[in-house]
């Protein structure tokens, strides 16, 4: 074989390696960003991605807010006063038992959660969607009426609701105060939005 020949091979060979080369480069730039538009966006994530909340600083008796879904949730740390009045009123409540799906199936207690103390439950009214204000003041201090426990007061339509976000009887809000799925990553931190597996 002549020495022009194994010239033209080799040039022949290193262009068909650049152009290879070059092809590959170009399949990978276009394929990024094809590939990473099919996942979702950093909105969407967010719209349904679980939260974490630090609990570590709430008092006995504060309430913490947080959004999980574009939808008001609220940590409440009660004190043992507040835990003790959850019993007393049973006979007032639409369902005192949380009978109703309004909670998994960890939160369907009396205290309407994993750890008494703490009540992890969204701030939505269940008559039509309107967020209920605190009302954590007992009795006429309340401006709700004398023998008030403390709970929650919805503004609309009047709906009251107790320290565990039951619903009273007779009034237009159908259900309990929706508990989400959550569960303690440590004794001061909640993943709301998932249930442990």
């Known amino acids: 074989m002549s020495s022009d020949k194994k010239e033209v091979d080799c040039g022949r060979r290193n262009l068909v390696f650049a152009t290879a080369a070059v092809g590959g480069v170009a399949t990978v730039a276009t394929a990024v960003p094809f590939l990473a538009s099919m996942s979702?966006?950093?909105?969407?994530?967010?719209?349904?991605a679980p939260v974490e909340?630090?609990?570590?600083?709430?008092?006995?008796?504060?309430?913490m807010r947080i959004e999980w879904r574009g939808k008001p949730v609220w940590i409440i740390r009660r004190t043992k006063e507040m835990l003790e009045s959850?019993?007393?009123?049973n006979d007032r409540l639409s369902d005192p038992a949380s009978k109703r799906p309004m909670q998994p199936e960890y939160a369907?207690?009396?205290?309407?959660?994993?750890?008494?103390?703490?009540?992890v439950v969204v701030g939505?009214?269940?008559?039509?969607?309107?967020?209920?204000?605190?009302?954590?003041?007992?009795?006429?201090?309340?401006?709700?009426?004398?023998?008030?426990?403390?709970g929650f007061l919805c503004p609309c339509h009047g709906s009251l609701f107790d320290l565990a976000g039951r619903v009273y009887k007779s009034m237009p809000a159908p259900d309990n105060l929706e508990v989400p799925p959550?569960?303690?990553?440590?004794d001061t931190r909640i993943l709301i939005g998932e249930d442990k597996a």
Do not use: Q, V
């Open 40 to 48: 979702p966006s950093e909105r969407a994530k967010a719209a349904g």
């Open 124 to 150: 939505i009214c269940t008559h039509l969607g309107c967020s209920p204000t605190d009302k954590f003041k007992t009795g006429a201090e309340s401006g709700i009426n004398a023998d008030w426990p403390g």
């Open 108 to 119: 369907k207690n009396e205290a309407r959660s994993i750890k008494p103390e703490y009540l």
């Open 182 to 186: 959550h569960y303690y990553l440590s």
């Open 86 to 89: 959850l019993g007393k009123i």
């Open 53 to 63: 909340a630090d609990i570590s600083n709430l008092s006995p008796g504060e309430m």
